[in-house]
């Protein structure tokens, strides 16, 4: 089963204690969290569960479509949005309790002062092909 | 016989088919399948005419398609079916494909796969790996600009600026799956210098080398970027720099300079300095003012803010950048660094954030951000 692991740079529930801007952790700090991130996705792909992973940048825009002849109309930098994603890592697990063990594993990367950032991650599972037997 | 031997092959087997009344398009798609079935079977037991092998096999597949496309629209084939007797001719039909590869009508991206698959004879599979796309999503692509430039004739000078653009493009892009692009694009530069005498085509490959004679000492561990003046310099290629140095030396006495030479020149004195502190870097800012007379690009005029901040002091460099417009790319980047050589401590670390937050690549919006944290670092201590 696949699973979309969710990354914000905004939204979702109140964040677990004071969230420091990652400028604002020491050098030694950001190379710490930064090699768990790849850690943990070498783990991944090892275990034979990592399916792919992507980071996006924080600019971007709303747009939709605003009647025949018509440029579209684009809404954005998102300054007002609560929401804001920032990337995901798709796993294909066995079962919905090992990604949300994942998600928590992803969780807990070191921040400022060498603890765990406690983020919270969005878990989404895949809607699937038809399979071939469905009676 | 290895892989990259048998790929050389590639161009010329399609200009022999094309020779023989192929038209380009299924020309280029049976020598694809032939060069397939040769990277299964010849690692057991290798043909001892490989081009002779791979024009027979294209040629093979080539009829049966055609046969097949001519009985499902009940025509007559068009071509003969029996080639010319006698050996392959030797004529070289490559640079003629470099040009219709990259022809001007075709985008960039779609140039770029072409080329590597007709002139690099790289499989579907490869580029598509190297580039991140499905395999059906690079087929389609390269049906498409095979459709788009359909009817061509092969045997015209073609446009060498869009050529050495598709040949950067592909150098640029790095690694990517199992293909080394950046090998990839130096091979198909210095074929195409053995083909032409246009002093840009060696700037261009001079370029490349002296750029991918770095490329061991910029990247640290898990591939984090280390900026130039980090580098271990002594695990820069020498060879590739002497390499390079002397092709650009020899392109740029024949005194027709153009930007690729320009940009080999910038990198030549990179190649040739122990330390970002002896480089010369008045020369530099010469040669990006010669390089905004030929181009008169933003991003050239960026770069030449940071040289003259490392020439006359990071102040002028300041002054430099406070003329161009703060939306350009990596403009932020710029900005941090200047005003933390100037001084300017809290400005350079929310500028490194700021530019963190611009950064187009993840390597690059990582080390931006270590940089922003390493400057609060020093403000703090």
Redesign the interface.
């Known amino acids: 089963m696949k699973y979309l692991l969710l990354k914000h740079y905004r939204g979702g529930p109140a964040p677990v204690g004071d969230w420091v801007?990652?400028?604002?952790?020491?050098?030694a700090?950001?190379?710490a969290h930064?090699?768990y991130m790849?850690d943990f996705a070498a783990r991944l792909e090892e275990s034979g569960e990592f399916v792919d992973g992507q980071?996006l940048?924080?600019?971007g825009a709303f747009v939709r479509y605003d009647g025949e002849g018509r440029p579209p109309v684009t809404d954005g930098p998102f300054a007002e949005t609560k929401d804001l994603i920032a990337g995901w890592m798709i796993i294909d697990v066995e079962s919905w309790d090992r990604a949300v063990e994942l998600a928590g594993e992803l969780s807990a990367a070191p921040g400022a002062g060498g603890a765990p950032i406690h983020e919270w991650l969005e878990v989404r599972p895949f809607l699937t092909e038809l399979p071939t037997v469905t009676d | 016989m290895n892989e990259s031997l048998l790929r050389e092959l590639v161009p010329a087997v399609i200009g022999v088919l094309v020779r023989r009344g192929a038209d380009f398009a299924s020309a280029e798609d049976a020598v694809q399948e032939a060069m397939i079935r040769a990277l299964e079977t010849w690692s057991d037991e290798p043909p001892r005419d490989p081009k002779g092998w791979l024009v027979t096999v294209a040629w093979r597949r080539f009829l049966d398609a055609t046969r097949a496309e001519a009985s499902r629209r009940g025509r007559e084939l068009a071509v003969e079916v029996e080639p010319p007797a006698g050996p392959v001719p030797a004529t070289d039909d490559t640079l003629r494909l470099y040009f219709l590869c990259a022809h001007p009508t075709l985008p960039p991206g779609s140039a770029v796969a072409l080329t590597l698959r007709a002139v690099g004879g790289l499989t579907t599979r490869q580029i598509a790996a190297a580039y991140l796309v499905p395999e059906a999503t690079m087929a389609q692509r390269i049906s498409r600009a095979k459709r788009r430039i359909a009817g061509l004739p092969l045997d015209q000078p073609g446009d060498l600026g869009t050529v050495l653009r598709v040949l950067y493009l592909v150098f640029n892009e790095g690694y990517g799956g199992d293909v080394d692009l950046a090998a990839e694009a130096i091979r198909l530069t210095r074929h195409l210098v053995a083909l032409t005498d246009e002093p840009e085509v060696a700037g261009l490959l001079a370029l490349m080398l002296l750029h991918h004679a770095r490329r061991a000492s910029r990247t640290g561990p898990?591939?984090?970027l280390v900026p130039l003046a980090e580098q271990d310099r002594s695990r820069w290629d020498t060879g590739l720099i002497a390499e390079g140095v002397t092709i650009l030396q020899a392109a740029l006495a024949r005194d027709r300079l153009g930007e690729y030479q320009a940009q080999a020149a910038i990198a030549a004195l990179h190649a040739d300095a122990r330390s970002t502190a002896e480089t010369d870097w008045v020369q530099i800012v010469e040669w990006y003012d010669e390089l905004l007379l030929l181009t008169d690009s933003p991003v050239v005029r960026l770069n030449r803010a940071v040289a003259v901040g490392e020439a006359d002091g990071p102040r002028a460099g300041l002054a430099a950048l406070a003329e161009l417009k703060p939306d350009l790319p990596r403009y932020a980047a710029a900005a941090a660094y200047l005003h933390e050589r100037a001084g300017h401590l809290e400005q350079a670390?929310e500028l490194?954030?700021e530019a963190?937050?611009?950064?187009?690549s993840?390597p690059e919006?990582?080390h931006l951000?270590?940089e922003?944290?390493?400057v609060?670092?020093l403000l703090r201590s």
């Open positions: 801007p990652m400028d604002r952790w020491t050098p700090e950001v190379d930064m090699r790849r980071a940048a924080p600019e | 898990g591939g984090r670390a490194y954030a963190s937050r611009a950064a187009m993840v919006r990582d951000t270590r922003a944290a390493r609060r670092q």
